[in-house]
């Protein structure tokens, strides 16, 4: 059982470059979600998602992309990076929107 | 809408002394309260979670907090603290049917020997 796990752990890109993050979970959860964490802001939340096949907007969407094709699996696109997306990606599941979250170990982006 | 207010940034003490961190949130609901903890260069735990049915909740490490509806409050609390407890600590909200978990922006928590 390895709870959340996600891929790539660590990146460079270029400004305008795309790339997509994966997040995996065996626990059979139905929602899923990605967050961002930079210094002094917490985590906040970018897309997530209620079931397959379904999608929704967070706090701060503008530049992502994800799709939900596989209940176990939530992909973030990011189509045209910039620098301001530099950060530290979390992805959490949970088996329904009380319950823990459970996270990833996180992915870090450095955007050049 | 619900927000979070963690109260320091930055809380300092010495192995064996009292552990305090504070945590304020707004919720038109009755919220589901939770505390988690980031070691360096890690993912985010579970340390406890208030989900209304005791207001004193105890969580791992030897941790608990209070939930105090007049002081809209959730601060967390350890009698005595360990070299292994420095770490960044988040309170987080949640309410009603809202999916969304909001955050506080965290309170590193250092230990000295």
């Known amino acids: 059982n390895a709870g959340v796990t996600q891929t790539p752990k660590f990146r460079v890109l270029k400004t305008g470059q795309s790339m997509t993050l994966l997040c995996a979970q065996d626990m059979n959860h139905e929602y899923m979600y990605w967050y961002r964490q930079d210094p002094g802001m917490g985590l906040r939340l970018i897309h997530y998602?209620?079931?397959?096949?379904?999608?929704a907007k967070g706090e701060v969407p503008d530049g992502y992309n994800v799709s939900r094709l596989k209940k176990q699996n939530f992909l973030l696109g990011l189509e045209s990076a910039a620098p301001s997306q530099t950060s530290v990606y979390f992805c959490a599941s949970s088996r329904d929107s009380q319950e823990t979250q459970y996270f990833g170990p996180g992915t870090r982006l450095l955007v050049l | 809408a619900q927000s979070v207010t963690q109260l320091g940034s930055h809380v300092s003490v010495s192995e064996g002394a009292l552990v305090l961190l504070r945590c304020n949130y707004s919720s038109s609901v009755p919220p589901y309260l939770f505390w988690y903890v980031q070691y360096p260069n890690q993912g985010l735990q579970l340390l406890l979670k208030y989900t209304s049915a005791a207001t004193l909740v105890k969580g791992i490490n030897g941790f608990e907090a209070e939930f105090k509806k007049s002081e809209t409050s959730f601060h967390l609390t350890k009698p005595s603290a360990h070299m292994s407890d420095a770490a960044e600590y988040f309170c987080a909200v949640s309410g009603g049917s809202n999916y969304k978990l909001t955050f506080g922006k965290g309170t590193l928590l250092t230990v000295n020997p």
């Open positions: 998602s209620v079931g397959e096949g379904t999608t």
